[in-house]
């Protein structure tokens, strides 16, 4: 398996909290994407980096941004957790953006209560 | 902005019958299409994908998609499913920009 690893894996939080997930990878990928996946809406895309400090918005990236300083972490912050943002996340990373050889991090369980 | 539709959320099949999935997608450039299966509890594989050339590609397992560009469709087909073949189904497209955007899935159930 890609080294990818995400943390916490699992997490419960109150309305209204900042929540930061971490997603740190040892492939020196140049790609990595976060998802949310939830019933019925599949994966859905809220943000990507194309490298060190570049990063762009996805398809649900309101209330959530991100932050890459460095080639193996890309960090997702919940600005003020709200319900709807309960949720699996998931980290992929991607050597060529291609979509190709995509490897998924094992997900992290988020609880907005 | 780019996008991804499957219609089929849950498709229900006995052993031997035909597959196929649809997939219809938006986007304005070109773009690179894919299939994935998630078998339950696993991550993300890649079935297939469509880069250009011969608008029919092969994947594993049997499966093969149809790229057709007048309809912005990518459908999935196998002829003769099986029991193992019971997983979740996302299409995806992917922009000249890298930015990978599924479809919202469909689940397949076979009936042994």
């Known amino acids: 398996d890609a080294g990818i690893t995400q943390s916490p894996r699992h997490k419960v939080t109150e309305t209204g909290t900042p929540v930061t997930l971490r997603c740190h990878q040892t492939?020196?990928?140049?790609?990595m994407y976060w998802y949310r996946q939830d019933p019925g809406h599949g994966l859905r895309l809220i943000h990507y980096?194309?490298?060190?400090?570049?990063?762009d918005k996805g398809e649900v990236s309101d209330g959530y941004s991100v932050s890459r300083s460095k080639t193996e972490d890309f960090l997702l912050t919940l600005e003020s957790a709200t319900s709807s943002q309960t949720s699996v996340y998931f980290c992929?990373?991607?050597?060529?953006?291609?979509?190709?050889?995509?490897?998924f991090g094992n997900g992290t369980r988020l609880t907005v209560t | 902005a780019q996008s991804v539709s499957q219609h089929n959320h849950h498709v229900i099949l006995s052993e031997a019958a035909s597959l196929e999935l649809g997939c219809n997608y938006s986007?304005?450039?070109?773009?690179?299409l894919f299939w994935y299966v998630q078998y339950p509890g696993q991550h993300l594989q890649l079935l297939l994908k469509?880069?250009?050339?011969?608008?029919l590609v092969k994947g594993i397992k049997g499966f093969e998609a149809e790229f057709i560009k007048s309809k912005f469709s990518f459908n999935l087909r196998k002829p003769s499913v099986q029991w193992s073949d019971t997983a979740e189904y996302f299409c995806?497209?992917?922009?000249?920009?890298?930015?990978?955007?599924f479809g919202s899935g469909t689940r397949l159930s076979i009936r042994p």
């Open positions: 469509y880069f250009s050339g011969d608008p």
């Open positions: 995806a497209v992917i922009s000249s920009a890298s930015k990978i955007i």
């Open positions: 992929a990373i991607s050597t060529l953006g291609t979509g190709e050889h995509l490897h």
């Open positions: 986007y304005g450039g070109t773009v690179n």
């Open positions: 980096s194309y490298g060190v400090k570049d990063t």
């Open positions: 492939e020196n990928h140049r790609y």
